[in-house]
């Protein structure tokens, strides 16, 4: 990993190891309502924010991008041998799409909701990363679909949307997520992608090396929202992990759960396969998080990690 990657990965580590934080935050003297997050973030990553507030509540309301995110908050009690009263928090994971246009934006909070609530309120620049050109050939009706499965792949995408439309309220995951297969990345997230000499957009995901037939597990807990076989993207399980964060995995050779089904985190979901647009086997891994396909890399375990370099 690169140092900034290394960096991003503590950060996220830092700020779900709560203890941590709130000795710092109890010796400290701290306001009622406090945020923390990252001050510089890349595009199409996504990134954990964390609020705490001093006094009761059920809620927070995080404001991104002209959105507001509820999560719920969970009582934390504190050292007593500090002389410490118990505090509440929640994290929330939050995107910065790919295409921002913005150099910066504000991150704010409030305890519960409601326009007049007081907000505490925290900026975030953003920068880019090194998108290489990856070039490659695949079956020519994936780059040139026939006349005749356009309604199918219209009809993909609209079950795709019904599934990321659906929602849990309560977080069912915990940071980091578990690698689906133990392997080094063949493709990184954000590739600039040419497909038989035709350029086709950027790659929205994480390509994971993998054998026909490996298993594929969950990366953590959550309820299976889609399962099938779609044009692009082959045999597919999607799920929802709780407060806007969903996985995918793509290219299956077999699906080995149902929707609806609730998994764990470590729970087999899949085989490897080269199912849908592929040059051969593999684990396509997209991570959704408010509704924007992130960089899933800086959440996962670690794999082979002395074969992976960031773009």
Not at 249 to 255: F, G, K
Not at 272 to 284: D, E, K, Q, S, W
């Amino acid at each position: 990993m690169s140092a900034r990657m290394t960096k991003f990965v503590r950060l996220v580590l830092a700020l779900l190891t709560l203890h941590v934080f709130f000795a710092g935050v109890a010796a400290l003297a701290a306001p009622p309502l406090v945020l923390d997050a990252p001050e510089t973030v890349a595009r199409g990553d996504a990134f954990p924010a964390l609020a705490v507030s001093e006094a009761p509540t059920k809620a927070f309301t995080f404001y991104w991008l002209g959105k507001a995110y509820e999560a719920r908050a969970e009582q934390v009690n504190t050292s007593a041998a500090a002389g410490s009263a118990p505090r509440w928090q929640a994290v929330m994971l939050l995107p910065v799409p790919l295409e921002e246009k913005e150099a910066a934006r504000d991150l704010s909070v409030s305890v519960g909701g409601g326009k007049e609530a007081p907000r505490t309120a925290h900026r975030i620049a953003f920068f880019d990363k090194d998108r290489p050109v990856q070039k490659l050939n695949v079956d020519k009706k994936f780059v040139d679909p026939p006349a005749d499965e356009m309604a199918r792949i219209k009809a993909d995408r609209e079950l795709v949307r019904q599934a990321l439309a659906q929602r849990l309220p309560e977080r069912q995951w915990v940071l980091p997520f578990v690698r689906p297969v133990p392997s080094d990345v063949s493709s990184f997230y954000g590739l600039k992608r040419v497909f038989n000499g035709q350029p086709r957009g950027v790659h929205k995901g994480l390509d994971l090396r993998g054998q026909q037939g490996q298993q594929v597990i969950a990366c953590a807990d959550g309820q299976v929202v889609l399962t099938g076989n779609l044009y692009f993207s082959g045999n597919v399980v999607y799920i929802n992990h709780g407060e806007g964060v969903f996985t995918a995995y793509l290219h299956l050779s077999e699906i080995l759960v149902q929707n609806g089904d609730r998994v764990r985190k470590g729970q087999v979901v899949g085989l490897v396969g080269a199912t849908g647009r592929v040059t051969g086997p593999h684990l396509h891994l997209s991570l959704l998080v408010q509704g924007e396909s992130v960089d899933p890399q800086p959440f996962l375990t670690t794999g082979n990690a002395a074969k992976e370099k960031n773009p």
